[in-house]
């Protein structure tokens, strides 16, 4: 049976089941269905208390995403540490974990919209201490997270220039 093209993006080979049924590669797009979806649960948890009176906009209660206003990378990961290290350190007083997966999350999307140029510069304060002392600020993202992201159409523009262009 031949597939018919009906303009879809597609990542990868066609799959045509027994049943006819076509459905493009399922690798490259994320595994969500084999998230721990209790695990997201508790760190929604932290996205939920955590934001609640903290708007800029005092206009629109329930619309505390103060994160979201812009910290450095930086502190993000530095409270994420600290919450790894007091929950190793058997400290059960407050939900560390869901914490420092909060912390992370909110690091990797900081990343990107520092990389993409949706959040300043400024957030970005990480440097490349595997070499010789160097102070300037390196890329947030590896290029394996930035190759993973084009999956999502997620691409800076100048690179969306350089490939319209046949480069």
Request: glycine share 10%.
């Amino acid at each position: 049976m031949s597939t018919q093209d009906v303009g879809f993006k597609k990542i990868g080979a066609e799959t045509v089941f027994a049943s006819g049924a076509q459905r493009d590669a399922r690798k490259g797009k994320g595994a969500f269905h084999w998230m721990p979806w209790d695990a997201v649960f508790l760190v929604s948890r932290i996205y939920e208390d955590g934001n609640i009176g903290r708007t800029k906009d005092l206009e629109s209660p329930g619309d505390d995403r103060n994160w979201e206003n812009g910290m450095p990378i930086q502190t993000f990961v530095q409270s994420a540490i600290n919450h790894l290290t007091a929950y190793l350190s058997g400290d059960r007083s407050e939900a560390h974990l869901p914490q420092a997966g909060w912390n992370v999350i909110n690091a990797i999307q900081t990343s990107i919209w520092v990389y993409m140029g949706w959040r300043p510069a400024s957030l970005n304060r990480l440097v490349n201490a595997r070499g010789p002392r160097d102070l300037t600020p390196v890329c947030p993202l590896s290029p394996q997270e930035i190759e993973w992201l084009k999956v999502k159409g997620i691409v800076k523009k100048e690179e969306v220039a350089v490939v319209g262009n046949g480069g």
